[in-house]
């Protein structure tokens, strides 16, 4: 193979995670040429000893997902012309790295990103509605996995069979060449959780060059529950997030997102009372919040730094 790969993995104490992380990654077939983990502290140093064939790097760094990554894509040795960007809470399947650079080695020259095939999906709450023909015309919802909507809301594509093209791509199991990431990078204006820094970035990336989701590069996900925000901020940023995402680009649509994200609020208040789940209650109070904020000049808010022109 061609290629060297080096995977960074921004964390926040998940150390049990992690540590389950790391076992899959060291029974990998293919091993990386390097590990950089981006932590709130050095606490994670002991994984240099524990895991001493990964090559870890370990580097204390404050701040959001976004700002991790950005920060560990700066810190991967040279030589490494693949960079994969990986959650903490995953566990690859003992091909994924070796599918992933198969992929690579026979890629035409536009291939900009790959992403690996998530086999343990939940599907999620009023799943029907996606595939109703009112919202695939208002561009709400729609069937086909991978894709951007003109509300600003993405697909998902779980357990796919055969590799496939997308216009986006999630951040807990992707792979970039260097040299886009050395023209894009992640949006810092994503603080803290970063939700949707990852379908900005990819999306932004997919106008350029073509991104795939490799099938046979399988893994899991475990959602840990360390360093989640409550459903009150969840629901603000839900909000914010996605209409920041919008106000990006031209061709999508800040009313259909407005609509998407106000059917959303509704079928948790749905949900909320059937339940009878606060929770619920709490992430419409947060996609008020939202609102009132966007409304209020909260989305042109200078970006940190970290984003392409």
């Not at 997902?65 to 490494?80: C, E, I, M, T």
């Not at 697909?155 to 055969?162: D, V």
């Not at 996900?221 to 106000?247: D, M, Q, T």
């Amino acid at each position: 193979m061609s290629h060297k790969i080096a995977i960074v993995i921004p964390t926040i104490g998940r150390y049990d995670d992690l540590r389950r992380m790391l076992q899959s990654l060291a029974a990998q077939a293919r091993l990386p040429e390097q590990v950089v983990i981006v932590d709130q502290d050095d606490t994670s140093q002991c994984f240099t000893r524990e895991f001493p064939q990964l090559q870890i790097r370990v580097i204390a760094l404050p701040g959001s997902a976004s700002l991790k990554r950005n920060a560990g894509f700066q810190a991967v040795r040279p030589d490494a012309d693949l960079i994969a960007f990986m959650d903490d809470d995953i566990v690859l399947g003992p091909q994924a790295i070796d599918a992933v650079l198969r992929f690579w080695d026979n890629a035409p020259g536009d291939l900009g990103g790959t992403g690996c095939n998530l086999v343990n999906y939940t599907p999620v709450y009023a799943s029907g509605l996606k595939g109703l023909r009112m919202a695939s015309r208002l561009g709400l919802y729609g069937s086909d996995k991978g894709a951007v909507l003109r509300s600003g809301f993405h697909t998902t594509m779980p357990g796919i069979e055969k590799t496939m093209d997308v216009r986006w791509l999630p951040s807990w199991a992707v792979v970039y060449s260097r040299k886009v990431l050395a023209e894009f990078s992640f949006d810092e204006w994503f603080e803290s959780y970063s939700y949707l820094e990852d379908l900005d970035l990819s999306y932004r990336v997919s106008k350029k060059y073509r991104l795939a989701l490799v099938a046979d590069a399988r893994f899991y996900h475990y959602p840990s529950n360390i360093g989640r925000p409550n459903a009150y901020l969840f629901g603000k940023k839900e909000v914010l997030n996605r209409l920041y995402f919008v106000s990006k680009h031209p061709e999508l649509s800040r009313p259909l997102c407005c609509l998407a994200l106000s059917i959303r609020a509704a079928m948790s208040l749905f949900l909320g009372l059937t339940r009878r789940d606060p929770g619920y209650f709490k992430r419409i109070a947060g996609n008020v919040a939202g609102f009132a904020m966007a409304s209020r000049g909260a989305l042109t808010r200078p970006r940190v730094g970290g984003v392409d022109p």
